[in-house]
């Protein structure tokens, strides 16, 4: 800043020197100077952002993929010795273990509503919305992986229980499954209007800032043009009064 001030100083000393001479001098425009500048640094430093976030993502989509590969392989290895250990009780905890998912699933919806706006609000400040959609894809992917893998373990086990618990089973199926759906139709409602309210929130956000930085700017060049128009009318007046001075002299000093 101070050497787009100093370029703005000579450039008013100039105008007052030249402007007896009918001569309009098309000083510098500082803003655009400085907004060149902004943009080439803004640019280099997003790059390098860029350059750095695209190996971390890199290194942790590796780690993700080798993770979710242990919990497949363990998932499965529970399949098998929970298939061959529980045929024989199956039937008589079936019920049971519905009532205990059922619970949990109701404690696990209240803290998930609870917990929810406080997510939302973390999740306005930062708007990481680019890097969360890349997770949701890889997500996506897993989970389709994962549940692939998990349904054909299940069904060879399944398939060797006794047949008189299908009926329990089948029952016991359904009722999770509506649990399942009517919690997730719940939340989802919940999220659609954290999702209103977050969008709102960052908009006006950027709205408030930018109206600030316009009324920051404006201030600042108007002081900074009239500073300018009196720099330059001082030393107009100084020159002309030098000059008329000079010239006084010379007529005194005719003999």
Not at 207 to 215: C, T, Y
């Amino acid at each position: 800043m101070k050497r787009i001030k100093s370029k703005v100083a000579v450039g008013a000393i100039v105008v007052g020197m030249v402007a007896s001479m009918g001569t309009a001098f098309a000083a510098t425009d500082a803003g655009s100077q400085l907004q060149s500048w902004y943009s080439t640094a803004s640019t280099a430093v997003k790059a390098t952002v860029s350059g750095d976030f695209a190996s971390y993502y890199s290194t942790q989509k590796t780690a993700h993929a080798a993770t979710v590969n242990g919990i497949k392989t363990g998932a499965q290895e529970d399949i098998r010795d929970a298939g061959n250990a529980k045929t024989s009780s199956v039937q008589q905890s079936i019920n049971g273990q519905v009532t205990q998912y059922t619970n949990q699933i109701n404690s696990a919806q209240g803290a998930i509503a609870s917990s929810m706006p406080g997510e939302y609000d973390a999740f306005v400040s930062t708007t990481n919305g680019t890097t969360n959609t890349g997770v949701a894809a890889i997500g996506t992917e897993d989970k389709k992986t994962l549940n692939n893998a998990i349904k054909n373990h299940k069904n060879t086990y399944l398939n060797r229980l006794d047949t008189n618990v299908t009926a329990t089973k089948t029952q016991a199926v359904n009722t999770l499954n509506a649990k399942i759906a009517s919690t997730k139709s719940e939340l989802q409602a919940l999220l659609a209007g954290e999702q209103t309210d977050a969008t709102a929130e960052v908009k006006a956000n950027l709205d408030s800032k930018l109206a600030a930085l316009e009324a920051e700017l404006t201030t600042l060049t108007e002081a900074g043009v009239s500073e300018a128009k009196t720099a330059i009318d001082t030393k107009g007046d100084q020159l002309l009064n030098d000059s008329l001075n000079d010239l006084d002299a010379i007529v005194q000093g005719i003999q």
